[in-house]
C-alpha cells in the first residue's frame, strides 16, 4: 500500500513561485511512476508533469504543454518524496493540485492507482 501526502500549496501573485511536495510511505513506491496532475473548480482533472524511471539512473520527465517552461518534476529518493517547482504561476495556474503514483500511461488519471488528498495553489492576478 502506498500513501502520499501533499504539501506546499498556498496563495501566491502572478509571477511568483511554489514548491509542492509528496511524501510517500510504502516500499513500492519507488518503482512507480509519479505524477503531478491538477483540478480547478467546474474542469476535469488534468495532467501536469510525471516522472517515470526507466532503468538504472535513467529517468524521463513529462510535462503539459501549459506548464513546460514553467514547472519542473525531481523526485528525492533518499526522501521519498517527489516535487513540483512551478515558477511564473499564472492565474490559469490555480486549482487544487494532486500528486499521484502508478505505473500506468504517464498521462492519463484513470491509470494512477494512488493518489494523495491534493493541496489548494490560488494565483491572484
Known amino acids: 500500500q502506498v500513501q502520499l501526502v501533499e504539501s506546499g500549496g498556498g496563495l501566491v501573485q502572478a509571477g511568483g513561485s511554489l514548491r509542492l511536495s509528496c511524501a510517500a510511505s510504502?516500499?513500492?513506491?519507488?518503482?512507480?511512476?509519479k505524477g503531478w496532475f491538477r483540478q480547478a473548480p467546474g474542469k476535469e482533472r488534468e495532467f501536469v508533469a510525471a516522472?517515470?524511471?526507466?532503468?538504472?539512473?535513467?529517468?524521463?520527465?513529462y510535462y503539459a504543454d501549459s506548464v513546460k517552461g514553467r514547472f519542473t518534476i525531481s523526485r528525492d529518493i533518499a526522501k521519498n518524496t517527489v516535487y513540483l517547482q512551478m515558477n511564473s504561476l499564472k492565474p490559469e495556474d490555480t486549482a487544487v493540485y494532486y500528486c499521484?503514483?502508478?505505473?500506468?500511461?504517464?498521462?492519463?488519471?484513470?491509470?494512477?492507482?494512488?493518489w494523495g488528498q491534493g493541496t489548494q495553489v490560488t494565483v491572484s492576478s
Open positions: 516522472i517515470r524511471w526507466s532503468g538504472g539512473s535513467t529517468y524521463y520527465k
Open positions: 499521484a503514483a502508478g505505473s500506468g500511461h504517464y498521462d492519463r488519471a484513470r491509470e494512477y492507482n494512488y
Open positions: 510504502g516500499r513500492t513506491f519507488t518503482s512507480l511512476g
